[in-house]
């Protein structure tokens, strides 16, 4: 029997990486990144990627590995995921995926479709639309021909809203049919998914004392080289939480203070997202709902882990 894969994803400062290399020690494992803002190099204090101590304790693949200026999307982590996974295995150990983007685990449990890129005037035209429509109206008109999609998509999102429409335009298929045609990369008996959910109370505080550790660890002087180098902003790196108020503390748009405050904020806001979608996409995974690691810990081992 192969060893199993482990899942373990939740929200932004939930302990998943404090759970994830204590698994790696006791089973001998090997952590696999899934956060889309960790596989660049260029914040590893912001993304609040593993530290150089933390990756000495187990062997860790796909940190750091990206380049600002690359876009990398669902289809590209996967693509370079799988064989990394069937690398480790046939080592003999086991991979434990870490993370908080719940798109990335639904990839290999669920799959992806392979969805036509939309040309550069239909990518305008339905921006334009949007911009034009407002959300509201936008997202009823999706309703029109991927219910399913105008239903998951967070508030907010511009972006998967328009490129869900894109999608219909390219493919003449909604978004939600060609993604329900695909096949899972992992087998259900292959893996086990544990979501790491603290109450939000103590979730939120653990976000707030983690920024306020980033602008003191060098989260600060990231951003500066960052922004230094004159990437589009519509970049996945360009996104990163805390980037934008640090910036704008550095333009001398705000305090210090004010850009700590609107960065903790603007993080609980992105936690509450993440548990909303595991929540909603991951309701048969089980659940560690502790909040100090030593007692995560005895929480996941009583979910006959591992």
Known sequence: M????WLIGGPTAS????ISLRLAREIGGEIVNA???QLYDDLSVLSARP?????AEAPHHLFGVADGA???SVGAWRRAVLPIIAGIRARGASPILVGGTGLYFRSLTHGLADIPAAAPDIRAQTGAQFDALGEAAFRARLGEIDPAAAARIAPGDRQRLVRAWEVYLAAGRSLSDLQAATTAPLAPGDWRGVVVEPPRDALYARCDARLAAMFEAGAVEEVSGLIARGLDPDLPVMKALGLREVAAWQAGEMTRGQALAAAQQETRR???RQATWFRNQTADWPRVSATTPEDQWRQFLALGAP
């Open 2 to 5: 192969e060893p199993r894969i």
């Open 15 to 18: 302990g998943k990486t404090a």
């Open 35 to 37: 956060d889309s803002i």
């Open 51 to 55: 530290t150089p101590e933390e990756m």
């Open 70 to 72: 690359q876009a990398w």
């Open 270 to 272: 992105y936690a509450k």
